[in-house]
């Protein structure tokens, strides 16, 4: 789709041109600014738009019609059980005190435990959960 431009003259004397953007695209842009995790300001810059000016079009169109929008993608997350067992091979109660042999174990899907000290690194845990529950 084109868009148009038309040359006006401001009140300082100066030239300048507006864009006339035809209704489809106008539309276009607003369910782009709805869909799942957009944001106006991205979808205003990949269409070459003033933001302010989607932010119109979306007072002017409301959200697109759930017959339109698309699937909201299915949410893969759930409840997994946890259980907590004392490691046998420790004597008396457990200690408050974090000490540095502290471990902290997951098993995913009975096929593979992790173990986890007190200073890992939370990026590197969360790649090696990331990589396992693609498998």
């Keep these: 789709m084109n868009v148009s431009t038309k040359t006006v003259m401001d009140t300082t004397g100066r030239r300048r041109t507006n864009k006339r953007w035809p209704e489809a695209l106008k539309q276009e ?14 979808v205003a810059r990949r269409y070459d738009v003033n933001a302010n000016q989607v932010f119109s079009w979306r007072r002017r ?27 046998p091979t420790t004597t008396g109660p457990p200690s408050t005190a974090s000490a540095p042999d502290d471990v902290i174990e997951i098993d995913v899907d009975d096929t593979y435990r992790i173990r986890i000290g007190s200073n890992f690194n939370c990026r590197a845990l969360k790649r090696v959960l990331d990589v396992l529950r693609k498998r």
């Excluded at 842009?29 to 991205?42: F, K, L, R």
């Excluded at 929008?69 to 004392?86: E, F, K, N, Y």
Aim: aromatic share 4%; proline share 17%; hydrophobic share 35%.
């Design 29 to 42: 842009i607003v369910a782009a600014s709805y869909a799942p995790g957009a944001s106006v300001s991205t």
């Design 61 to 87: 169109f409301g959200p697109p019609s759930e017959t339109a929008r698309p699937p909201a993608p299915q949410c893969r997350s759930q409840l997994v059980p946890v259980t907590i067992s004392v490691d």
